[in-house]
T-cell receptor, first 115, second 113 residues
Framework: KAGVTQTPRYLIKTRGQQVTLSCSPI?????VSWYQQTPGQGLQFLFE???????NKGNFPGRFSGRQFSNSRSEMNVSTLELGDSALYLC??????????????FGAGSRLTVL | DAKTTQPNSMESNEEEPVHLPCNHS???????IHWYRQLPSQGPEYVIH???SNVNNRMASLAIAEDRKSSTLILHRATLRDAAVYYC??????????????FGQGTTLQVKP
């Protein structure tokens, strides 16, 4: 079956612009999470969506937002881009929400460069 | 959330077994132990998980200490393709937690031919 698909894979923006990243989860997966990966901070949790509702949020400013559609596809948006937002943005999907045994499947990521 | 401690880096020779340790002394009784790895230029990939008993799958084995304060990921025959950053993560049982993983720095495994 198809894996987690993230688009675009690479993009370049300038400071002050905004960006929207898209994630299509594995068919049947209802939970979608987003992560930011930078060399300095490593992998950090951004937020999680389940049934179109944000269920968890990491420690990021309000410029980072997301949403989930009825088909479980998700988008994340970063407004007023800063140089420090340059990172690999990863999306992960999983089947159910209520279990610590739940396994996440990650996409290949969207590499954002802010100039 | 309970934390994990892993060595920053390890080296192995190809086709030899590799034992990647993880300490989690503050683990709670309902925390699952998960391992993910991240190959260069890819997203993290699930490897294995367990709660109390040792676990085996096609990729690796997970040995969990009796007191659950530590665990070891075992790659039985390392290949060059196993060179990656390996993350040991604790996942609590309960609603609202399953999409959130707390990644540490992980262990960078280098495999020599």
């Amino acid at each position: 079956k198809a894996g987690v698909t993230q688009t675009p894979r690479y993009l370049i923006k300038t400071r002050g612009q905004q960006v929207t990243l898209s994630c299509s989860p594995i068919s049947g997966h209802r939970s979608v999470s987003w992560y930011q990966q930078t060399p300095g901070q490593g992998l950090q949790f951004l937020f999680e969506y389940f049934s179109e509702t944000q269920r968890n949020k990491g420690n990021f400013p309000g410029r980072f937002s997301g949403r989930q559609f009825s088909n479980s596809r998700s988008e994340m948006n970063v407004s007023t881009l800063e140089l420090g937002d340059s990172a690999l943005y990863l999306c992960a999907s999983s089947l159910t929400q209520h279990s610590g045994a739940n396994v996440l499947t990650f996409g290949a990521g969207s590499r954002l460069t802010v100039l | 959330d309970a934390k994990t401690t892993q060595p920053n880096s390890m080296e192995s020779n190809e086709e030899e077994p590799v034992h990647l340790p993880c300490n989690h002394s503050t683990i709670s009784g309902t925390d699952y132990i998960h391992w993910y790895r991240q190959l260069p230029s890819q997203g993290p990939e699930y490897v294995i998980h367990g709660l109390t008993s040792n676990v085996n799958n096609r990729m690796a084995s997970l040995a969990i200490a009796e007191d659950r304060k530590s665990s070891t990921l075992i790659l039985h025959r390392a290949t060059l393709r196993d060179a990656a950053v390996y993350y040991c993560i604790l996942r609590p049982y309960g609603s609202g937690n399953t999409g959130k993983l707390i990644f540490g720095q992980g262990t960078t495994l280098q495999v020599k031919p």
